[in-house]
């Protein structure tokens, strides 16, 4: 019937066991993906949306603002926090580069 397949028992338990373990990677492989794609849908709609502008601060005493990039910059990190609309708006009027 299959003539492919060894004629050794232990041989035979070899691949058997050998196939196994496959499945079973494949199956915590699709689990992982599931996982991580449930997660993602339920964080969507959680996340808070960005703001529409932000301030870079500067380093040191004080800490003043050296520009207001928009809110999605790419380059924010952690001298940066939001602003409304207004600030940004008057920190612009004041000379800070967008």
Not at 4 to 10: A, T, V
Not at 77 to 89: I, S
Request: positive net charge; contains cysteine; charged residues 30%.
């Amino acid at each position: 019937m299959f003539d492919d397949l060894p004629s050794d028992l232990d041989q035979l338990r070899t691949l058997r066991i050998w196939h196994a373990l496959w499945v079973q990677r494949v199956d915590a492989k699709a689990a992982a993906i599931r996982q991580r794609q449930t997660e993602e849908e339920h964080g969507r709609p959680n996340r808070p949306t960005p703001p529409e502008w932000i301030v870079e601060l500067g380093i040191g005493a004080g800490r003043p603002p050296l520009q207001v990039p928009a809110g999605d910059c790419h380059m924010a990190g952690k001298r940066h926090r939001p602003v409304d609309r207004d600030e940004a708006r008057r920190l612009l009027a004041e000379g800070l580069k967008p």
